[in-house]
């Protein structure tokens, strides 16, 4: 897939453009270490505080607390044998 060609992945492409004016060019880092950190800090950001409008204007972890919650195989196979 080529850069910049939101006609191959649109979602892809979004996201790489608010992370490029949103984080990347609006910062100096000083390390690569340091340019991580920041990078997590903006990440757990979007995801807990941003509405994404591609979720009806919820945070990602609003959308996702909507849904129940999977169990693993291990979990149901320890919860059946105690019984």
């Given amino acids: 897939m080529a850069p ?16 490029r004016d949103e984080f990347l060019n609006r910062e100096d880092f000083e390390s690569e270490a340091q340019a ?5 800090l903006w990440k757990g950001e979007s995801n807990t505080e941003r509405p994404h ?3 009806a204007y919820q945070t990602p972890s609003e959308y996702a607390a909507r849904f129940e919650r999977y169990v693993s195989i291990d979990e149901k196979s320890s919860d059946t044998q105690t019984c």
């Fill in 4 to 19: 910049a060609s939101p006609w191959q992945n649109g979602y892809a492409e979004s996201f790489h453009s608010q992370l």
């Fill in 36 to 40: 991580q950190a920041l990078g997590t």
């Fill in 53 to 55: 409008s591609s979720l």
